[in-house]
Structures are given as structure tokens and as C-alpha cells.
């Protein structure tokens, strides 16, 4: 089962007749008051990237550095050996297929308005996903570069004589998104202080990949579960599922170790993910 079903899955769940739709307890609610709340997250993230493709018409594949290659790579210190590897064909065998670490380290804010039992916030957060080495490998950057060939046989290991190529630098990919959430608050019947949460939101995200940051329309949608320890102070723990309108990344530079005319290269690349989140909100 892919995320976003599982996660829809659990917001149907949240939908369950169990639930009421009487105000929860806490001051502003019973006075039928609203009240504004600023928040911090700590938001550990899950990528669920697919589908990298180059769309150029003059590109023909993309393949990645030979096992033998990957292990002495962090090993390199000099550009000019570096360089070498790099130019020569037979040392990018294999398609190129990148996999991404989770985000531990993801953090964010909230500041927002609550009326009844509606709320709408801004929401803004950090995530960085780098590469992922598979098993076996200790070093996470063994995948950085790949090439892309302008001319390739049936099978990656046989280039054609001629062909020549351009390669480029995978760092991992850092989002910056700012969503605009609406969101519902409801109550379970014999908990005044615990208030299950629906929210979908969109907004824009800045995308850090393959060297050039681009702007993306982006989209999420999020349950979760406030309860609130006092009128002033509420704690909060929900998962989200974060998608973007376009999946399109156009004009991106490569390196030339070979003389090749300059280009640029359009790519399109799913970026997908999931969150959970665990914060505070300070009521005013």
C-alpha cells in the first residue's frame, strides 16, 4: 500500500461517527471567542521521490559510477582525479536510480487564527533529504554524480565509441515550503481537552535540486490530534502528506568533461512526502 493511501486511510478514520462535533474545552471556545496562536514543530520527513526522467530529446540516458568507482570516490582529494573519472565512459555502466535518506532534522513554525471550531494558519518548515547509499556503503555521497549520454546502445555497459556525455551533481534535495492551512477541530465526546484535527492546505515551496533552487505550487494535507493543557497552551502531534502542482525542472546547467556545445537539460522528478509532526501552540 502506497503512503498517500495509508494516509488517507487514517483521515477517514478520524471521520468516524465516534466523533462530535460539540466545541472542545478550553476558554475561547465555550465563550464562542476567537483567538490567534503561534507554534513551533519539530518535523521529521519520509521522501517518496519517483519517476526521475530528462526530457531533453537529445539525451538518451543516465547512468551512474561503477560499484569500483562509488568505494574510492570519498577517497578522492585532487580535482584533476576527480575530473578523470569522470570523462571516461566505461565508469558510468549502470542507469541512474537515486534514493534518498529520511529527514530527521526537519523543523517549522505555525502562527494562525481560531474561530469556533475553524482554524486557518501559516505554516512554514524545513526539510533536507540527501542521498542514500544502499547497504553495504558508509558513505551517503557515493551517488552524487551521474551522466547523461546523448548517445547509448541497448545496454548501458556498451556505449557507442563516439559517444560523449555530460554529468551533473546530485547534493540531495532541501524544501522550503509556506502552506496556508484551513482546518477543523473536532472532540471526542468524553474528552473536552483533546481535539482531533483535519487540515488541507496549499501554498509554494522553494526546491533545492541539482544545483538551482526553483519555485513549485505545493499542496498538503494533514490529521492530527491537539490536546490542551491549558486555555494558554496546547500541545499537538498530526502526519501530513506534501505533493506539488508541477513536477517540471527546467534549465539546469551540466558539466562539460568533454567538448560538447552548451546545453541545458529539463528534467521532471516526483517530489512527494510525508511528515509527522510534534509541537506546541501558544494561545493568546
Not at 537515486?98 to 494558519?121: C, H, M, Q, W
Not at 568533461?257 to 509532526?277: H, R, V
Request: glycine content about 6%; overall charge neutral.
Amino acid at each position: 500500500m502506497s503512503y498517500a493511501k495509508v494516509f488517507i486511510l487514517i483521515c477517514l478514520i478520524f471521520l468516524l461517527p465516534s466523533l462530535s462535533f460539540a466545541t472542545i474545552g478550553n476558554d475561547s471556545f465555550k465563550n464562542n471567542s476567537g483567538y490567534f496562536y503561534i507554534g513551533g514543530e519539530y518535523k521529521p520527513g519520509i521522501p517518496n521521490f519517483n519517476r526521475f526522467s530528462v526530457t531533453n530529446s537529445n539525451i538518451k540516458g543516465w547512468a551512474s559510477l561503477t560499484q569500483e568507482h562509488r568505494n574510492i570516490f570519498p577517497y578522492m582529494t585532487q580535482d584533476t582525479a576527480l575530473f578523470n573519472l569522470l570523462k571516461d565512459n566505461n565508469n558510468f555502466p549502470f542507469p541512474y536510480d537515486p534514493a534518498y535518506t529520511k529527514n530527521l532534522l526537519g523543523a517549522g513554525g505555525v502562527v494562525g487564527y481560531s474561530l469556533d471550531n475553524f482554524r486557518i494558519e501559516l505554516e512554514a518548515f524545513y526539510e533536507k533529504f540527501n542521498i542514500k547509499a544502499p547497504s553495504g556503503y558508509f558513505y551517503d555521497n557515493f551517488d552524487e554524480y551521474f551522466a547523461l549520454i546523448p548517445t547509448i546502445t541497448t545496454t548501458y555497459s556498451k556505449w557507442s565509441e563516439q559517444s560523449k556525455h555530460y554529468y551533473m551533481k546530485n547534493t540531495g534535495i532541501t524544501l522550503s515550503p509556506f502552506i496556508v492551512n484551513a482546518c477543523y477541530d473536532f472532540t471526542l465526546k468524553k474528552a473536552s481537552n483533546i481535539a482531533p484535527y483535519l487540515c488541507f492546505g496549499a501554498g509554494g515551496n522553494f526546491i533545492d535540486f541539482l544545483d538551482q533552487t526553483n519555485f513549485k505550487f505545493a499542496y498538503q494535507a494533514k490529521v492530527g490530534i491537539s490536546y490542551f493543557i491549558s486555555s494558554n497552551l496546547a500541545f499537538f502531534i498530526d502526519g501530513s502528506f506534501h505533493g506539488h502542482f508541477d513536477n517540471q525542472f527546467s534549465d539546469l546547467l551540466v558539466d562539460y568533461p568533454t567538448d560538447l556545445k552548451f546545453t541545458t537539460i529539463s528534467a521532471k522528478f516526483n517530489i512527494n512526502f510525508l511528515t509527522s509532526s510534534v509541537g506546541i501552540r501558544f494561545i493568546s
